[in-house]
């Protein structure tokens, strides 16, 4: 029988499925990487988000100038692994205290306190964990005037 013969021959079917599993490699390795760098981004703009609720939950709280005087935010509670620090700083934003190591407080006196020399700007520094997951943010708050 010479007549034709129509179809695949086995190596042909074998060096097409060989070159598919290659391909699939490829692009398994390749999704893989990106699902991976997606759950990174996930997480770092979590902790972003996160820190900068902290940051404006401060500066809400500091509209308020007796708050701001005593340097207090009622009712504050920091996540765990995050820090909340201000800096004094002068006119110009330059710092009076060196560097952000004094703690905003989560309770404000009964009295209202009337500093002597009323600090003009703070800087709010707000940051959660540390590493490649870890992050910081600063903010400046004028005094308010009332």
């Known amino acids: 029988m010479n007549g034709n013969r129509s179809g695949f021959t086995i ?17 398994s390795s390749t999704l ?20 900068q609720d902290v940051i404006e939950k401060i500066r809400n709280a ?3 100038q007796a708050n701001y005087d005593a340097v207090c935010v009622l009712g504050l509670s920091l996540p765990s692994g995050y820090t909340a620090k201000y800096m004094n ?3 110009r934003a330059n710092p009076i205290t060196t560097p952000a190591t004094n703690t905003i407080t ?16 703070r800087r709010i520094q707000v940051s959660s964990g540390s590493g490649a997951q870890g992050a ?11």
């Open 32 to 51: 893989s990487g990106s699902l991976k760098l997606n759950q990174q981004s996930q997480q770092q703009l979590s902790t972003t988000s996160g820190v």
């Open 106 to 121: 989560n309770t404000c006196p009964t009295t209202t306190v009337t500093p002597s020399t009323p600090v003009v700007m």
């Open 89 to 91: 700083l002068d006119s």
């Open 136 to 146: 910081s943010l600063e903010l400046d708050v004028l005094r308010p005037q009332e």
């Open 11 to 27: 190596i042909e079917i074998l060096v097409a499925i060989l070159i598919f599993g290659i391909l699939m490699v490829v692009l």
């Open 62 to 64: 500091w509209s308020v």
